[in-house]
């Protein structure tokens, strides 16, 4: 049983729709497969039947982009299970969703005053079968017009970096403010979901865990492509000592991707997999 809890479409982030998402996860072998796109839910229940059609257990997730406070950095909060199209969830990522899209806009203008032969709508134009534009859609164009060959290349280091002591912000950046962990993991417990911290070893999120855990937190993802051994040996150490169900997945975006994952490449295990089923009925039990 393959069991892939962690992918992405174009209605955010991912380069492929959500019927590419689901033929390819088929073609792996995927028997469960969580669509997690960010701050939204669009389209989960297209890709729930989608996957019915191709024998395939669609799982309707969520990935909140959020913010560590505490500690000044980002977090990435994993919804499994949730209901689509909450009324908790759209409250919380609808102001998000609009504010990436203006910081996005204003990214581009910077870019145009900066000489680059860019538009809003050529950028926009790559992002409309989803929520919004993110910053992969504009390197896209930037790669279609021969400024660099990658994603995230040393430009897309060069011009959004948030900037710090050390190092100035990068030329395009325009700063987002993301929503508060705590937040999340409350929405997602709303929305009748298993809360779940994905890939901490990304951000270093490991610190903040007894803090979420006081929150709701339910579960920590351990198998992610950029995690290696240690960050996976950190994460289960946690999950044992706050009693979080673990969890795995590819983290697939496509061409939008800096890693070469693909669904069913990262998973979780089948007694994770029943750890998180329990833990969906006994949050839902709680409401």
């Given at each position: 049983?393959?069991?892939?809890?962690?992918?992405?479409?174009?209605?955010?982030?991912?380069?492929?729709?959500?019927?590419?998402?689901?033929?390819?996860?088929?073609?792996?072998?995927?028997?469960?497969?969580?669509?997690?796109?960010?701050?939204?839910?669009?389209?989960?229940?297209?890709?729930?039947?989608?996957?019915?059609?191709?024998?395939?257990?669609?799982?309707?997730?969520?990935?909140?982009?959020?913010?560590?406070?505490?500690?000044?950095?980002?977090?990435?909060?994993?919804?499994?299970?949730?209901?689509?199209?909450?009324?908790?969830?759209?409250?919380?990522?609808?102001?998000?969703?609009?504010?990436?899209?203006?910081?996005?806009?204003?990214?581009?203008?910077?870019?145009?005053?900066?000489?680059?032969?860019?538009?809003?709508?050529?950028?926009?134009?790559?992002?409309?079968?989803?929520?919004?534009?993110?910053k992969q859609h504009i390197m896209h164009v930037l790669i279609q017009k021969g400024?660099?060959?990658?994603?995230?290349?040393?430009?897309?280091?060069?011009?959004?970096?948030?900037?710090?002591?050390?190092?100035?912000?990068?030329?395009?950046?325009?700063?987002?403010?993301?929503?508060?962990?705590?937040?999340?993991?409350?929405?997602?417990?709303e929305a009748g979901g298993v809360p779940v911290l994905a890939h901490p070893g990304q951000f270093d999120n490991f610190s903040a865990?007894?803090?979420?855990?006081?929150?709701?937190?339910?579960?920590?993802?351990?198998?992610?492509?950029?995690?290696?051994?240690?960050?996976?040996?950190?994460?289960?150490?946690?999950?044992?000592?706050?009693?979080?169900?673990?969890?795995?997945?590819?983290?697939?975006?496509?061409?939008?991707?800096?890693?070469?994952?693909?669904?069913?490449?990262?998973?979780?295990?089948?007694?994770?997999?029943?750890?998180?089923?329990?833990?969906?009925?006994?949050?839902?039990?709680?409401?």
């Amino acid at each position: 049983m393959t069991i892939d809890l962690h992918c992405h479409t174009n209605t955010s982030d991912n380069s492929f729709s959500i019927g590419d998402v689901v033929h390819i996860a088929g073609r792996n072998g995927v028997d469960h497969l969580a669509i997690t796109d960010h701050d939204t839910t669009i389209g989960l229940d297209r890709a729930v039947n989608l996957g019915k059609s191709a024998g395939i257990d669609i799982i309707p997730g969520i990935e909140i982009s959020a913010y560590d406070f505490r500690r000044d950095r980002r977090a990435h909060i994993l919804g499994l299970y949730v209901k689509p199209g909450h009324p908790a969830l759209e409250r919380l990522c609808g102001p998000l969703r609009e504010a990436r899209q203006n910081a996005s806009y204003q990214m581009v203008e910077k870019l145009v005053r900066a000489g680059y032969e860019i538009s809003w709508k050529e950028v926009s134009k790559l992002a409309e079968a989803g929520t919004g534009v993110f910053k992969q859609h504009i390197m896209h164009v930037l790669i279609q017009k021969g400024y660099t060959s990658a994603i995230y290349s040393s430009l897309y280091k060069k011009l959004f970096y948030r900037g710090d002591d050390r190092s100035p912000a990068g030329a395009a950046f325009v700063p987002v403010r993301y929503l508060d962990a705590g937040d999340a993991i409350h929405a997602i417990r709303e929305a009748g979901g298993v809360p779940v911290l994905a890939h901490p070893g990304q951000f270093d999120n490991f610190s903040a865990v007894a803090d979420w855990v006081r929150e709701g937190l339910e579960g920590i993802e351990v198998c992610h492509p950029l995690h290696g051994k240690q960050a996976e040996q950190r994460a289960q150490e946690l999950a044992a000592k706050y009693h979080l169900v673990q969890t795995g997945g590819s983290d697939f975006h496509g061409f939008y991707s800096d890693t070469d994952s693909v669904p069913g490449l990262k998973c979780a295990e089948p007694d994770w997999f029943a750890a998180l089923q329990i833990r969906r009925d006994l949050v839902r039990a709680q409401q």
